[in-house]
Antibody
Framework: EVQLVESGGVVVQPGGSLRLSCAASGFTFDDYTMHWVRQAPGKGLEWVSL????????YYADSVKGRFTISRDNSKNSLYLQMNSLRTEDTALYYCAKGGPVDTAMGRWGQGTLVTVSS | QSALTQPRSVSGSPGQSVTISCTGTSSDVGGYNYVSWYQQHPGKAPKLMIY???KRPSGVPDRFSGSKSGNTASLTISGLQAEDEADYYCCSYAGSYTFDVVFGGGTKLTVL
């Protein structure tokens, strides 16, 4: 069974940094593109970032470009999101999602980890 | 990229059919056959229902179907059931020189 378990969400002050993790199991992790998608409280979904199966290609939404860095460790079946220069508008539930059946779709999602940016 | 436009809410009675629209531009919905749809129940993670405009992942009932015409994609749910009540989000590839994905604002489906 595919499982994606996010962690690392906490309350952080504006301007602070945070690293989210996503532990994957139940599938061959290094066969798949991975995404981060976020959802502000009571709001819709917003795509954040994508990383290719080998980590060689990374892409970001304009809203996080230059502040967030996506990475993966295929030896640990883990996905990461380094978040710097956090803003109040980054407050959201952050989901990791497995790409598939095509890279432009998110075939399986974790339950999310909540990041709150507040002073 | 601006969010895709969806109706805030739709409703239907059990057994009926409903259609949710998703309007974008020629830079996203109209430019690529990479539209996907997600179902989200309250407090739960989203679930992929349709990808590549009209393809269903394994396990998704064939009551769910997708289509596209021009810059507007649609999700049709036939034979409505109580468990279909949820939020639905469309999503489209929107990259030109780089990878980019844009979601719609979401539609609340109420089963009367």
């Amino acid at each position: 069974e595919v499982q994606l378990v996010e962690s690392g969400g906490v309350v952080v002050q504006p301007g602070g940094s945070l690293r989210l993790s996503c532990a994957a199991s139940g599938f061959t992790f290094d066969d798949y593109t991975m995404h981060w998608v976020r959802q502000a409280p009571g709001k819709g979904l917003e795509w954040v970032s994508l990383i290719s199966w080998d980590g060689g290609s990374t892409y970001y939404a304009d809203s996080v470009k230059g502040r967030f860095t996506i990475s993966r460790d295929n030896s640990k079946n883990s996905l990461y999101l380094q978040m710097n220069s956090l803003r109040t508008e980054d407050t959201a539930l952050y989901y990791c999602a497995k790409g598939g059946p095509v890279d432009t779709a998110m075939g399986r999602w974790g339950q999310g980890t909540l990041v709150t940016v507040s002073s | 990229q601006s969010a895709l436009t969806q109706p805030r809410s739709v409703s239907g009675s059990p057994g009926q059919s409903v259609t949710i629209s998703c309007t974008g531009t020629s830079s996203d919905v109209g430019g690529y056959n990479y539209v996907s749809w997600y179902q989200q129940h309250p407090g739960k993670a989203p679930k992929l229902m349709i990808y590549d405009v009209s393809k269903r992942p394994s396990g998704v009932p064939d009551r769910f179907s997708g289509s596209k015409s021009g810059n507007t994609a649609s999700l049709t749910i036939s034979g409505l059931q109580a468990e279909d009540e949820a939020d639905y989000y469309c999503c489209s590839y929107a990259g030109s020189y780089t990878f980019d994905v844009v979601f719609g604002g979401g539609t609340k489906l109420t089963v009367l």
